[in-house]
């Protein structure tokens, strides 16, 4: 007997489209399945003022294939040179849904990020006043704090002290990978929300290391322990609401991932649905996947859930690529080690 399963169709509350060539080829991945997608900023050089985010928004809808609907929600690049009222007429006239925060150094192009909170702080202000959302990559950067333990000395040393310095101020921890992130969350009201990936579902640290270094399994922040992908399944499984599907589908082209120092990212975007569908199967959750990848990211944006569905219906093992060409060369797809027995239809 097949089982089908109808959910409204998904969004992306995290996601990288990157550019030109790599923009062409993976964004039909996601406009197949999602509705809309919260866009990253991090281009090089980065979407900092409303004007280059209009201008990127026109270049991701130029992209889009003839027949496919998508929104793309986009995001303003935190700098210390950012200005306040930039940020609040881009917000004013529907162009932007959030700003983002990188430390800086922290990830793939966040050289331009922050690091001097001070300098920061008028926008922040701004932000709280006019109730946009300030999504953060939540990691330190200093060279002696171990990588792994940079998403929870980031919650004690600087997320947590902004917050406090910024009551009103709304915040999403990007793809939290600790139990730490977790409990920050839970621990707080629903002014805090949390996106979580698909891959950190999935993955551990062994898979990335174990057996031969797995450059495509590599992406910021790192993939942690086992007990902590199992808080992060329960978290996603749960049905609480400040947690919502946010990919960070990350492309990079294969010889910058296969290299002497290979750039941080996972490409899911073609089969993050699936591999949902089935994480939440096995957690015995199906009946919370709506709420993780549909109704709790819009709710904690002020937006409406979409009101076209998907259906996932199971069978045989689906296949899909290993890789999605571009013309700067290939991006090899996230491999969840197994079988997808969920299509979307
Ligand atoms: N997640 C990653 O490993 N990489 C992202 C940046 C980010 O989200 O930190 C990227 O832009 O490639
Ligand atoms: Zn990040
Ligand atoms: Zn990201």
């Known amino acids: 007997m097949s089982q089908s399963l109808t959910i409204p169709r998904p969004d992306d509350w995290h996601l990288h489209l990157r550019d030109g060539a790599v923009l062409r ?5 996601t406009a197949r399945h999602f509705g809309r997608a919260i866009i990253m900023p991090n281009l ?13 928004r026109d270049r991701i809808l130029s992209a889009l294939p003839e027949g496919m609907v998508f929104e793309p929600l986009m995001t303003l690049y935190l700098t210390e040179d950012t200005d306040a ?3 609040a007429a881009a917000h004013k006239n529907g162009l932007i849904k959030a700003v983002k925060l990188y430390p800086a150094g922290a990830t793939t192009n966040s050289a331009s990020g922050v690091r001097d909170f001070d300098k920061v ?18 990691e330190v950067t200093d060279s002696e704090i171990d990588i792994f333990d940079r998403e929870a000395v980031f919650i004690d040393r600087v997320l947590d002290p902004l917050r406090r310095a910024m009551p009103g101020l709304r915040v999403v921890m990007e793809h939290i990978t600790t139990q730490d992130g977790v409990d920050y969350v839970k621990a707080n009201k629903a002014d805090l929300g949390a996106t979580i990936t698909t891959h950190h579902l999935v993955i551990n640290r062994n898979h990335l290391l174990v057996g031969g270094i ?19 399944r329960a978290a996603a499984t749960s049905g609480d609401a400040r947690f919502f599907l946010g990919t960070d589908s990350a492309p990079h082209t294969d010889p910058n991932k296969e290299s ?37 990211g819009p709710a904690f944006y002020g937006l409406p859930v ?3 569905t998907v259906t996932l219906t199971k069978g045989e093992p689906i296949s899909y690529p290993q890789k999605i060409d571009t013309e700067d060369g290939p991006v090899t797809l996230f491999d969840p080690q197994m079988p997808l027995h969920w299509r979307v239809t």
């Open 44 to 56: 090089v050089p980065p979407v900092v003022t409303g004007k280059d985010a209009a201008a990127y």
């Open 306 to 308: 979409n009101t076209e």
């Open 260 to 296: 002497a120092c290979g750039c941080a990212g996972c490409f899911t975007a073609t089969n993050t649905l699936s591999i949902l569908t089935e994480v939440f199967e096995q957690e015995n959750a199906l009946d919370n996947l709506a709420g993780f990848a549909s109704e709790n």
């Open 214 to 232: 797995r450059p495509h399994y590599y992406c910021l922040p790192v993939a942690k322990r086992e007990e902590h992908r199992l808080a992060l």
């Open 25 to 29: 080829a993976v964004l039909p991945e």
């Open 121 to 138: 702080r008028g926008v922040l202000e701004k932000m709280a006043e006019i109730d946009l959302p300030l999504c953060v990559h939540g």
């Open 85 to 87: 009222e930039d940020v």
